[in-house]
């Protein structure tokens, strides 16, 4: 008799780079490759290097004192995943007057955002239109 294995989505490499999103009003998106990277927590504590403008993002279990739930965007299971981040954006001063994807990198454990560097402006795509989508956005 066979010895099936079951296909899963997992088992398929990601290859697309880890995605960071700061949206208008300081709602925070990471791609399912950010996602990933932290080991698909379901929270995140949200972390900050004033000194050199860079967001960290570190998986911790959702019962943490400074824990901030993930949830898949519009139950989608695939991502985007969403975090509340508009008291963290205010506190330190991030911009949200525009929407803006960074490419993530790890560092140990934490996913970095370097908000040094220009990122790329986004819009939205609820209007219907592809051209305002970004290859990326997939992700």
Known sequence: MPNFETFTKRMVPLV?????TIQKRGTISLNAAAYAALDEPEAVELLFDPSD???GFRAVPK?????YPLRAQSGKSIGPYIVSGTAFTRYYSIDTTV???WIGYMDDDI???DLKQPG????SNRSGSN???SADEDA
Do not use: D
């Open 131 to 133: 051209s305002a989508r």
């Open 111 to 113: 996913l970095c955002v």
């Open 120 to 123: 790329t402006e986004v819009t």
């Open 63 to 67: 019962e943490s004192e400074h824990a």
């Open 53 to 55: 403008r860079i967001v």
């Open 99 to 101: 929407s803006r994807r």
């Open 16 to 20: 697309k780079q880890p995605f960071v």
